[in-house]
């Protein structure tokens, strides 16, 4: 059984194997790829999570109310999504930030809720002025901040106010 024809015949090549070939091509590549990940370790951009090193502990998030309370589906109802809403919140936060020098942490009421009428008036005018018009006839719409804090020892505290109102 030492003739090469006589293996083909049977099933057992003599040549090696293309698909052995590829396969070992592709671990050497596979292996070079993980050797380079352990020496490199986590820095970016090989790490899968860069951005979320260092958690806050606190956040904020933003909703927008009926008088009686009620949450109102902005999305739904307006076309604009709700992170829409507190990114425009935040920018103004920011800009007042910019302009007098006091953090976002120590903001005085007074400056969020003027941030959060011109938030609601932005919705109201350039953000879903013609849902708007379709959807709140008499209806009037309040805008609520939401501050979401780790306690030192574990747990949340949730710190709710309504800014707004029009």
């Known amino acids: 059984m030492s003739d ?11 040549a090696p194997s293309r698909t052995g070939t590829i396969l070992a091509a592709n671990l050497g590549v596979v292996a070079f790829f993980v050797l380079l990940s352990l020496a490199a370790g986590e820095w970016y951009p090989l790490s899968p999570f860069p951005m979320y090193s260092n958690f806050s502990n606190k956040v904020l998030y933003v909703y927008v109310t009926d008088t009686a309370g009620n949450p109102i589906p902005v999305e739904t109802r307006f076309g604009v999504q709700t992170s829409e809403l507190k990114k425009a919140y935040e920018g103004r936060l920011k800009k007042i930030k910019a302009e007098t020098g006091i953090s ?12 959060a009428r011109e938030t609601l008036l932005q919705l109201k005018e350039s953000l879903a002025p013609e849902k708007m018009r379709e959807t709140l006839r008499d209806e009037r719409l309040q805008f609520h901040e939401v501050i979401v804090r780790l306690r030192k020892g574990g747990g949340l505290d949730e710190e709710k106010r309504m800014l707004a109102e029009f």
């Open 4 to 14: 090469p024809a006589q293996r083909e015949v049977e099933g057992d090549s003599v």
């Open 104 to 115: 976002m942490s120590k903001m005085p009421l007074e400056r969020r809720q003027e941030s």
